[in-house]
């Protein structure tokens, strides 16, 4: 049973409306973060044991997938159909398909890849909105400060000065393709775009529709995609292995076919990949509000074909993810409504963090109340109370008009969030780390891109709201048009699985097992295995990585 106040108790301390007492603490963010997040503590991470990141700290979890075996071999391939292409692209989130548009723009033939189906990933889960600097009270400077700020000046500074300075025509894109966002209300037909200020920003810089801002972004992209006819779209098709070629270029990749239940291999002069975050893998025991696929499969092919990877130890944990009822644990209740004034308050009544802090200063904060007691315990979960009421009160119809998507929640939690708040605890949200990149998208290898929340280097160790839509735009226009202007043609080349033998020796001379594959694909909970369901002959115990069982 959680230690903490029961919510019968914390309810009659709870009054609607009423202002909270401001509980009294001096403890510094620095000495916050080290305490209670849990990027920080004993466990927190350990050293990488091969790989061209040997030797460099890892989130202990993530460590066990990025450094498992293969989960085929030369022989599962035999009689796979090859196809050729000038682009391959790997994720139909909005970095994918934004890299996808571009690189077919400029005459490239593109195949998108996508382990669902087109759009279901994390970008349609977005809620809050886009960060872009078009105020004239804001700047990009403005932007890149606060970015940098946020990430602990662990960003590189190069490619955040790229993203802010792409916002605006990033908006502008969205817009050409039939995008809506919210205006101000004064002026709703012709007026300004309506501009909302984060947690951790100096400005109002927020762009959104309602708030499902992800949804609506979706929607255009997938309707360009899918009328683009330099584009041929590959639906519920996950990548299991990268192929390299004899100068260890990337040179596409092997793809499995849930449908069909067949490989096929997919010849490539740039890989694109766009796969999202790790959400789903669950580090640390958190719940997630990542969609079915996010499973760090990018992460893993990347590494184990030699691409160098950055800040594997830090992952960002949403403030607000929802804590009661238990089958709905992790589910995301947007940054909208703490940016439009709900706020935090724990079983004593007691509002106990600025909400518009940085999202890793509240979501600390939320653990610690949790952690010494004053968290609320409803049937044996814990977190506090996200004061919606009084959000409505002090702002009649918000939640039907601006914040639909919470008021829906609220009916799936089974209560009206106009009269009882919700229960909350942070959930594992975003991983500020991966594969670094230039300012192209380009990796260490050559021949391979990455885009999105499978790399690292902009967000530093900490992300703002609204930066990973523009980053996935940003980022995935560029990676497309760099990788459209590669050669036409194939160079005389074997392109197969070479590095995977190379990658088995290294890992049987660290003392790694074999039989631990990866990438998972789908979590644990979805009973999958890629060996049976192929009807592959099985020459290896499989098994998941240790702390993962």
């Not at 909208?336 to 009544?349: F, H, P, Y």
């Not at 049937?379 to 002090?394: H, N």
């Not at 074999?514 to 098994?543: I, M, S, W």
């Amino acid at each position: 049973m959680a230690a903490g106040i029961p919510y019968e108790d914390a309810r009659k301390r709870y009054r609607p409306g009423a202002t909270p007492a401001a509980r009294k603490d001096d403890t510094s963010i620095d000495a916050l973060l080290k305490a209670y997040h849990p990027d920080h503590g004993v466990h927190a991470r350990v050293q990488l044991s091969v790989g061209v990141n040997r030797g460099e700290p890892c989130q202990p979890d993530l460590a066990g997938y990025l450094q498992a075996n293969a989960l085929i071999d030369d022989v599962d391939l035999a009689g796979a159909q090859l196809t050729s292409t000038d682009v391959l692209v790997v994720g139909g989130g909005g970095g994918g398909c934004a890299a996808a548009l571009t690189a077919a723009k400029q005459g490239a033939r593109v195949i998108l890849a996508t382990k669902l189906r087109l759009g279901d990933s994390n970008t349609v889960m977005a809620e809050g909105g886009i960060q872009a600097a078009i105020g004239e009270d804001d700047s990009p400077q403005l932007h890149f400060e606060d970015t940098l700020r946020a990430g602990h000046f662990c960003g590189e500074r190069e490619l955040v000065a790229q993203m802010v300075m792409d916002g605006p025509d990033v908006i502008r894109w969205l817009i050409r393709l039939g995008m809506t966002f919210d205006q101000e209300e004064d002026r709703p037909i012709g007026g300004n775009l309506l501009r909302k200020k984060p947690g951790g920003a100096s400005a109002a810089r927020i762009l959104s529709y309602r708030d499902y801002t992800g949804l609506e972004m979706m929607r255009v992209l997938r309707e360009a995609v899918e009328l683009d006819p330099g584009i041929e779209v590959w639906n519920r098709c996950p990548v299991v292995e990268l192929l390299s070629d004899e100068r260890g270029r990337c040179a596409g990749a092997v793809i499995y076919n849930l449908e069909w239940r067949t490989f096929s291999l997919v010849r490539a002069h740039a890989v694109i990949l766009a796969t999202g975050g790790a959400g789903r893998l669950h580090l640390n025991a958190f719940p997630t509000s990542n969609h079915f696929g996010a499973t760090a499969d990018g992460l893993v092919l990347a590494y184990r074909l030699g691409a160098h990877l950055r800040e594997l130890d830090s992952f960002q944990y949403h403030p607000t993810g929802i804590a009661y009822p238990r089958h709905l644990a992790g589910g995301l209740i947007s940054e909208a409504a703490r940016s439009a004034g709900a706020k935090l308050i724990n079983g004593e009544g007691e509002r106990f963090v600025d909400e518009l802090q940085p999202r890793d200063v509240v979501a600390s904060a939320i653990l610690r109340e949790c952690e010494e007691g004053r968290g609320i315990v409803r049937d044996g979960q814990v977190g506090v109370f996200l004061d919606t009421p009084t959000l409505e009160r002090e702002n009649p119809g918000i939640l039907e008009k601006r914040l639909v998507t919470l008021r829906h929640l609220a009916h799936k939690c089974g209560h009206n969030a106009a009269e009882e708040p919700f229960l909350v605890y942070p959930t594992l949200h975003y991983q500020n780390g991966g594969v670094a990149i230039d300012k192209d998208g380009a990796t260490s290898v050559p021949g391979l891109y990455c885009v999105g929340e499978v790399t690292g280097g902009i967000h530093g160790r900490n992300r703002l709201m609204g930066n990973a839509l523009l980053d996935i735009l940003s980022m995935g226009r560029r990676a497309g048009a760099r990788s459209a202007q590669l050669p036409g043609r194939f160079e005389a080349s074997r392109a197969g699985i070479g590095h995977v033998h190379a990658w088995q020796r290294e890992l049987t001379l660290a003392g790694l097992p074999l039989h631990v594959k990866a990438p998972q694909l789908f979590p644990g909970y979805a009973h999958f295995d890629l060996r049976a369901d192929a009807g592959l002959r099985t020459n290896a115990r499989g098994g998941v990585p240790e702390g993962i069982r």
